[in-house]
């Protein structure tokens, strides 16, 4: 018995003093390494994900936002069986099961299986189980509207890195840059406290755009462009005074949401980056320069009487035969040949200065990726019939944003603005960080505008080219266009394909906004007047309706005598 006592103390002496032996090497004399270790195997590096900012329209409306979302990734090293799982996941995900498998069966340690899923087909996985199947929070961009303002917002890629519109332009704003957070696991991997102690957030954008306006424009392209066939459409509307852009579209659009199934037809922001021979609205330019510079008041007649007139050894026609036409019927009933001799009596150098003066040839400014500053030849390189061709929209390039600047400076008094979509941009606090002001510059007299606005009144008047443009109840002024395609295979302008526009602002006297139209290859009927002129109407009479605009007493009760009835 006292052997075996012996030999039982002697036992659990020496492993008390293995014990504390241990217990002294790891608390005391490698206590740095071991602390070190546990912290490599306890402590987990996570990407804190960051909220981009949100884009609201003028009114406070989200037009962009951020849905919270995971992905799914896959460490192929701890996948038992690549084939059952790929076929099993493709069904939940919908890729291809070779391409999964691919995935499953590849060399790396981390391998995106599907980014952003939605939550119910991520639980959908989750449910399964699958050891080498993790999941990532990710934040994902979403956009309530779908395709409304497409071609002003933009969108992001997948690492939501904005590559279009507002999207890409104010990125440095709308993003953040990431930090790490430190989150404390058991030896199963699963979390203990929570890292995650706050939000990355980015700054939001408040846009010129009224989500109302924007509708309201959208919905009549969309009417015009399926009751003409037209190849595609663009309108802007924007506050003359100002240059806020407040509803801007194309025709064809796409979807944000599902960018995917779009091409860059689609995608195309034509409003300025796509440039096109304006024809007759181009008229103001030598109607605004000849009345500026004096060489005709609204009385100067010219004979029109021939249908044409000869430039360079090339005869320029009317679309329709006048007489003897006064400089303001010219205009109203927008003679080529009346235009064409006003333009001589100018003289080319002049015609250029107030090209350039009323900013063609150059970018408007307006803030969003990819416009274009359009094509304007100097004098020394027109030909001889340059002068005419010039004078009526011919012989240049210009966007349909450059046109309605243009005629914003009859709209507002003379001032040449800078058009914008960018109202503010807000810290995720709300504080204002950037608020952009108002760019104008007087360029034309007050005189001079006055006088030519009581022109472009007449156009949408009887005996004018624009009636289908009236607006009951508030006076309208501008200007039609039509203008032929240059047909790249003949190099010679087309006899079937037609660009038709209209461009004006209402009230006329005190314009609430401006706004121009242009249709690309209607079918079955080309003039501005008639194909552009009744989409603005459309356009203007909903949209002053939604901004409240009084309505003339007489007008308004024969808007009531027609409803009534």
Known sequence: MNRRTVILVTVISFSFLAVLFRLSDIMLLNHGWFSAKARVQQIKKEVVPV???????????????????????SNPSEISSPDDISSVLSKVISQEPDIIFAKLNSDKKFNWIERKLDMERTQMIKDMKIKGIGFLPEMKRFYPK????????????????????IERKYEKYLSARSENAYMLRDAKGNILSDGLTKEIKGNNIVLTIDEGLQYILEKNLDAAMLKWKAASATAIMMDPYTGEILAMANRPAYNLNNTSEADMHQMRNRAITDCYEPG????????????????????????????HVDVGGNKIRDSHRHGVLTFEEIIQKSSNVGTIKVGLSLGKSKIYDYIKKLGFGEKTGIDLAGEVSGIVRPPERWSGMSI????IGQEIAVTPLQILRAYSVIANGGFLVKPYVVSEILSPEGKVIYKTVAETERIISEKTINTFRGILKKVTEDGGTAKGASVAGNQVAGKTGTAQIIDPKT???SRDKFISSFVGFVPADEPRLAMIVVIHEPKGQIYGGVVAGPVFRAIADEALSYLSVPRDDSAAKGLLLVSSH
């Open 51 to 73: 909220k981009r900012g949100i884009i609201f329209d003028r009114r406070g409306r989200e037009l962009a936002i951020n849905l919270e979302t995971e992905s799914v990734y």
């Open 146 to 165: 779908g395709a409304l303002a497409s071609h002003i917002i933009g969108f992001v890629n997948p690492d939501n890195n904005g590559l279009e519109g």
């Open 280 to 307: 007759s609205t181009f008229k103001i330019i030598v109607g605004v320069a000849a009345l500026e510079e004096g060489v005709v008041n609204l009385r100067s007649k010219f004979d029109c009487s021939a249908g």
């Open 491 to 493: 190099k010679k302008y």
């Open 388 to 391: 005419g061709a010039i004078s």
